[in-house]
C-alpha cells in the first residue's frame, strides 16, 4: 500500500491543518519493514509522487539514518550529505519550500515508523520553538492523534484485506 490516502482522509488533512497552524508545513509519515515501505503519506503531493516514483528510500538520509541505526533523532541541518543523498534533500526543500525539520524514527521489532516534520522558518527559529513546552505539547497531541486514528484505518484495511482473502480462498 502506497500513499492511496496521502490526503483523501479527513484524519490525515486534519492533522496537517492542525500542524500547519504551528508553523509545520511538512508531515511524513512511513512504516517499513526488512527495507520495504508498507505505508507512506506527505503532506506535499508533488513531492511525494516523485519519492515513490524515484525510489527515494532507498537512498533517502533521514530514512537510512533512522532505520539502520540507533539513531531515533535526527536534525536535518545537522546531516551533512552527499551525492544523491544531498540531490534528495534539496530536492524535498525546494518542492516544499523547507528549511528547517526533523525526522524522528521508532522502532518496534522488524517494523520502524518515521514520521518528519519540516517548516519554511530557519534552523535557529524552529529549534527555538521546540524548545517551548508547550509547542511540543501541542505537537505530541497532534501527532497522537494521527497516529490513533491512522491505525485505526490500517486496522479496517487489514481486516477488509483479510475478508478479501478468505472470499478469494473460498472461490478457488
Request: charged share 25%; aromatic share 10%.
Amino acid at each position: 500500500m502506497k500513499d492511496e490516502d496521502r490526503c483523501g482522509n479527513g484524519y490525515i488533512k486534519m492533522t496537517f491543518y492542525e500542524l500547519e497552524k504551528l508553523g509545520i508545513t511538512y508531515f511524513s509519515y512511513g512504516i517499513m519493514a526488512h527495507g520495504n515501505v508498507l505505508n507512506v503519506i506527505f503532506s506535499n503531493e508533488e513531492w511525494g509522487s516523485r519519492y515513490q516514483k524515484n525510489h527515494y528510500e532507498r537512498t533517502d538520509p533521514l530514512v537510512q539514518g533512522v532505520t539502520h541505526s540507533n539513531l531515533p533523532l535526527i536534525i536535518w541541518d545537522a546531516l551533512h550529505p552527499y551525492g544523491k543523498e544531498r540531490k534528495i534533500m534539496t530536492e524535498r526543500n525546494e518542492i516544499c519550500g523547507l528549511k528547517s525539520g526533523l525526522t524522528v524514527g521508532i522502532k518496534n521489532n522488524q517494523i520502524t515508523e518515521i514520521i518528519a516534520l519540516g517548516a519554511q522558518i530557519s534552523p535557529h527559529e524552529f529549534y527555538s520553538l521546540l524548545n517551548e513546552e508547550k509547542y511540543i505539547k501541542e505537537i505530541q497531541n497532534i501527532v497522537k492523534k494521527f497516529y490513533a486514528l491512522h491505525k485505526e484505518e490500517l486496522q479496517k484495511k487489514k481486516s477488509i484485506l483479510k475478508v478479501k482473502n478468505n472470499i478469494s480462498s473460498f472461490l478457488l
